[in-house]
T-cell receptor, first 112, second 111 residues
Framework: DAGITQSPRHKVTETGTPVTLRCHQT?????MYWYRQDPGHGLRLIHY???????DKGEVSDGYSVSRSKTEDFLLTLESATSSQTSVYFC???????????FGEGSRLTVL | QKEVEQNSGPLSVPEGAIASLNCTYS??????FFWYRQYSGKSPELIMF??SNGDKEDGRFTAQLNKASQYVSLLIRDSQPSDSATYLC???????????WGAGTKLIIKP
């Protein structure tokens, strides 16, 4: 268990409101990722980080921003939530640049 | 467009039989291959990875990789009801941090 916690675990919000999801890890892993998971699409990468203040876009980054000010925390922000961002969001970490990832419990976001 | 394809299932297998899950990928630059298991409502967890052509065994699980044919498979021997889950295939290119994921195959083991 990589000690990855996400908060909040569940959130219902309205279109146009800002939302921030937090991922906290206790394993000192260098790499952190935010994915969304939707039926029929599998996991899709939103943003990732390869170090403090080092972040980059994934394949579905539009409408999302991230920040990583400390090794242990990776924040995902939806500046103005839309219904298409209703999804389950997973944070993942990795010690190295491989596919061996450890996942948080997930955050279910509903945008009405 | 780099793609990873899996049959969505559900794949129904009797308890004690061998479950065979398949995954194909489009990019010949793919270097490493992963199988994750995801129980309903839970997060994915890594069960196997394979880098070289051939078979890799870990307990009841065997991963098989054929780079020439661009497919990777996962065999589960002596299937148990607790193996019922969605199995996600993921492929990593050598040059970046991004995994490409399949949509997963739902496996049901019937007692």
């Amino acid at each position: 268990d990589a000690g990855i916690t996400q908060s909040p675990r569940h959130k219902v919000t309205e279109t146009g409101t800002p939302v921030t999801l937090r991922c906290h890890q206790t394993e000192n892993h260098r790499y952190m990722y935010w994915y969304r998971q939707d039926p029929g699409h599998g996991l899709r990468l939103i943003h990732y980080s390869y170090g403090v203040k080092d972040t980059d876009k994934g394949e579905v980054s539009d409408g999302y921003s991230v920040s990583r000010s400390k090794t242990e925390d990776f924040l995902l922000t939806l500046e103005s939530a839309t219904s298409s961002q209703t999804s389950v969001y997973f944070c993942a970490t990795g010690a190295g640049n491989t596919g061996e990832l450890f996942f948080g419990e997930g955050s279910r976001l509903t945008v009405l | 467009q780099k793609e990873v394809e899996q049959n969505s299932g559900p794949l129904s297998v009797p308890e004690g039989a061998i479950a065979s899950l398949n995954c194909t990928y489009s990019d010949r630059g793919s270097q490493s291959f992963f199988w994750y298991r995801q129980y309903s409502g839970k997060s994915p967890e890594l069960i196997m990875f394979i880098y070289s052509n051939g078979d890799k065994e870990d307990g009841r699980f065997t991963a098989q990789l054929n780079k020439a044919s661009q497919y990777v498979s996962l065999l589960i021997r002596d299937s148990q009801p607790s193996d019922s889950a969605t199995y996600l295939c993921a492929v990593n290119l050598y040059s970046n941090y991004q995994l490409i994921w399949g949509a997963g195959t739902k496996l049901i083991i019937k007692p």
